[in-house]
């Protein structure tokens, strides 16, 4: 199938500023406010955009909110990586994504998982853009984990990708019962205990 953004016009660096300006605007509002909560009206003010350049981009909102979830599955891969690659990188990630929690109170969840409760069961290709979000997720994480493993710091029947899988469920849920709960000491302790558990000093 070929991707109609191929036959597009090439963005000028302007362009491409613009538009990942838009997207960027478009990702924080959504998160604070959810897609349904969220205009094409709301994005052009927050990017200081003219309805023109908006429609320009992004002709309607199901584009926009698909831009929306690469950006956020990208971000959230880069930022794992980053850390995962550091030096003691499980330690630096469980700091990473507790602090994360704490910084916002878990308000709007994770950035992709909560696009996946809004979207899931009423958009097929926004729930396929957010399951590729996911996998690529669990391999970053299961790509941080390999050293680990062959350091004979895993148990040895503990699998890196099942692990990963894992790690991702728990802070799911953890977020979940953190945003709910307006309190991130669930999210906390279930990353903890999973990592002391699974992972060898």
Known sequence: ???????????????????????????????????????LEDVKVAAEV?????????????????????????????????????????EVWRKMVIAAARRTQAKGGCQLGSLGGQLAESDPE?????????????????DGLGSLHAEGRLPPNIDPDDLATTLIATLQG???????QRDIRPFETAVNTLLALAVQP
């Open 1 to 39: 199938m070929i991707d109609e953004a191929d036959d597009r016009p090439r963005l000028t660096p302007k362009g491409a500023r613009t538009r990942a300006r838009i997207v960027e605007e478009a990702a924080a509002l959504i998160h604070q406010r959810g897609v349904a909560g969220t205009t």
């Open 50 to 90: 003219s309805g023109s350049q908006l429609y320009h981009y992004f002709p309607d909102k199901n584009e926009l909110v698909q831009a929306v979830i690469d950006y956020q599955a990208g971000a959230i891969v880069e930022r794992n990586k980053h850390a995962l690659e550091s030096a003691n990188g499980v």
């Open 126 to 142: 926004a729930r396929a853009l957010i399951a590729a979000g996911f996998d690529r997720w669990i391999a970053t994480i299961s």
């Open 174 to 180: 953890g977020l979940l019962l953190a945003q709910v």
